[in-house]
């Protein structure tokens, strides 16, 4: 068995509002942050998992991420996989 | 119909459970049971209400975590069969969530937990949910929501429009939802999903008694 860790990230899909990442990026502003174009905010989730291979691992994140991690209907994600 | 009985359903967060309880039995004397999320047995009962609150800590997102309850799973059948179940604000999410209604609901646009009485019209009343207001179009209920705006592709709305899903729309949209949905149900209409909160308006004692008939419409075939 090899084992993996996986970062996923979730991010809220473009065309849906994120009214967080806008008063994030009020407070920013008001830091005397300058040049902020958008903030948008997301998730990052770390998981250590076990499997035979990596794309055997690749296939449970998937499904992880499509059922569970993500709600499809608002959020993307994506995520990256380092062998330990 | 004596024996008519309610499955309420109880998830570590459940916390309007007994009012919607409260309502059923002591304003419309309909029987109920509290279903505890682990059970899959829902033989006994005739409708399910899924009431609001805060399933699992509202952990993940609203309603993502209670999807895998052994109740949950056991609702495909129950929804099939033509049984009527009520998803009340967390309720809803949960239906969203779970893929019995279409959309998802979350954080409102003003950021803010939003406590209010809201006026709403009645666009449907497929399955019979709405059917008291032929006379009176127009319904207050409470809301009392932090994740209540409901979002949903362009397609999605579209098909919502044509098949008469949108049960209610708010009328000033308090919350920023795609097109003021408030409520909506499934293409065969034994599935409600709504933000407002009908239990809490079943006397006129504490501000009205617009939510009656939605819950008595439990009881319809």
Same mark, same amino acid.
């Given at each position: 068995?090899?084992q993996?860790?996986?970062k996923?990230?979730?991010r809220?899909?473009?065309?849906?509002l994120d009214?967080?990442?806008?008063?994030?990026k009020?407070?920013?502003?008001?830091?005397?942050a300058?040049?902020?174009?958008t903030?948008?905010?997301?998730k990052?989730?770390?998981?250590k998992i076990e499997?035979?291979g990596?794309?055997e691992?690749?296939e449970?994140?998937?499904?992880?991420?499509?059922?569970?991690?993500?709600n499809?209907?608002i959020e993307?994600?994506?995520?990256?996989?380092e062998?330990? | 119909?004596d024996n008519?009985?309610?499955?309420?359903v109880?998830?570590?967060?459940?916390n309007?459970?007994?009012?919607v309880?409260?309502?059923?039995e002591?304003?419309?004397?309909?029987r109920?049971?509290?279903l505890?999320?682990?059970?899959?047995?829902?033989s006994d009962v005739?409708a399910?209400?899924l009431?609001?609150?805060f399933?699992?800590?509202?952990?993940?997102?609203c309603?993502?975590i209670?999807?895998?309850s052994?109740?949950?799973?056991?609702?495909?059948?129950?929804?099939k %069969?033509?049984?009527r179940?009520? &998803? $009340?604000? /967390?309720?809803?999410q949960?239906l969203?969530?779970?893929?019995f209604? @279409?959309?998802a609901l979350?954080?409102?646009?003003?950021l803010n937990f939003i406590c209010?009485d809201v006026?709403?019209d009645?666009?449907?009343?497929?399955?019979g949910w709405?059917n008291?207001?032929d006379?009176?179009?127009t319904?207050k209920?409470?809301?009392a929501?932090?994740?209540?705006r409901?979002?949903?592709?362009?397609?999605?709305l579209?098909?919502?429009?044509?098949?008469?899903?949108?049960?209610?729309r708010?009328?000033?949209?308090?919350?920023? %939802?795609?097109?003021?949905?408030a &409520? $909506?149900t /499934?293409?065969?209409?034994?599935v409600?999903g709504?933000m407002p909160? @009908?239990?809490r308006?079943?006397?006129?004692?504490?501000g009205?008694?617009?939510?009656?008939?939605?819950?008595k419409?439990?009881i319809?075939k």
């Amino acid at each position: 068995m090899d084992q993996f860790a996986v970062k996923v990230f979730v991010r809220l899909r473009p065309s849906v509002l994120d009214p967080a990442g806008e008063a994030t990026k009020s407070a920013s502003i008001k830091l005397g942050a300058e040049g902020i174009k958008t903030l948008r905010i997301g998730k990052m989730i770390e998981v250590k998992i076990e499997g035979n291979g990596e794309n055997e691992v690749r296939e449970k994140i998937d499904l992880l991420c499509d059922r569970l991690f993500a709600n499809t209907v608002i959020e993307d994600y994506e995520y990256s996989l380092e062998k330990l | 119909m004596d024996n008519f009985t309610v499955g309420v359903v109880v998830f570590p967060g459940s916390n309007c459970d007994r009012d919607v309880s409260w309502a059923l039995e002591g304003c419309l004397d309909i029987r109920t049971k509290y279903l505890w999320h682990e059970s899959s047995d829902l033989s006994d009962v005739d409708a399910i209400v899924l009431p609001g609150g805060f399933s699992y800590g509202d952990y993940l997102r609203c309603g993502a975590i209670a999807r895998f309850s052994s109740l949950i799973n056991a609702l495909d059948e129950f929804v099939k %069969s033509g049984k009527r179940v009520l &998803g $009340i604000c /967390n309720g809803f999410q949960i239906l969203t969530e779970s893929g019995f209604l @279409p959309g998802a609901l979350i954080a409102n646009k003003n950021l803010n937990f939003i406590c209010d009485d809201v006026e709403l019209d009645i666009v449907s009343s497929k399955g019979g949910w709405f059917n008291n207001v032929d006379e009176k179009q127009t319904i207050k209920l409470p809301i009392a929501h932090g994740e209540g705006r409901y979002h949903c592709d362009s397609d999605t709305l579209k098909k919502l429009v044509d098949n008469e899903l949108i049960a209610l729309r708010y009328k000033n949209n308090p919350n920023g %939802s795609s097109f003021d949905i408030a &409520g $909506i149900t /499934n293409e065969k209409g034994n599935v409600l999903g709504l933000m407002p909160h @009908p239990e809490r308006a079943c006397d006129e004692t504490i501000g009205g008694t617009d939510g009656l008939f939605t819950l008595k419409s439990l009881i319809l075939k």
